[in-house]
């Protein structure tokens, strides 16, 4: 994470393409797949392995930094981008800049 001089998360780092994941990184990415049902699988993820409180404190900010650029996501607006569906592209857009604008309000 980075950090301003106020200690307001201001940037998060993935490097998940080392291969190396962290767990909370893992479940607020299904859990962001799998929307409402996410968190069923966080409650039940915890029976078995509680969240540490420094996971508890950063999984929101997670969850609303990924929730935005989902796989699927990501990857319809890459397909729409090569149909040339250029209004399809701003609205889908559109609707990330929504979700991210609304994370931040959080």
Same mark, same amino acid.
Not at 51 to 56: G, R, Y
Not at 92 to 103: F, H, R
């Given at each position: 994470m980075v950090v301003d001089s106020t200690e307001k998360i201001i940037g998060i780092f993935d490097f998940n393409i080392a291969g190396d994941e962290a767990f909370v990184n893992e479940l607020a990415s299904l859990h962001a797949y799998y929307g409402e049902r996410g968190s069923d699988f966080l409650q039940a993820y915890e029976t078995i392995r509680p969240?540490?409180?420094? &996971? !508890?404190e950063l999984y929101p900010v997670l969850l609303s930094v990924i929730v935005p650029f989902r796989f699927d996501r990501t990857n319809s607006i890459i397909a729409l981008m090569k149909e040339n569906e250029e209004e399809a592209v701003k609205k !889908? =857009? &559109? &609707? @990330? =800049? @929504? =979700? =991210? @604008? !609304?994370?931040s309000a959080t």
């Open positions: 969240l540490s409180n420094i &996971e !508890k !889908k =857009l &559109e &609707e @990330t =800049l @929504t =979700l =991210l @604008t !609304k994370a």
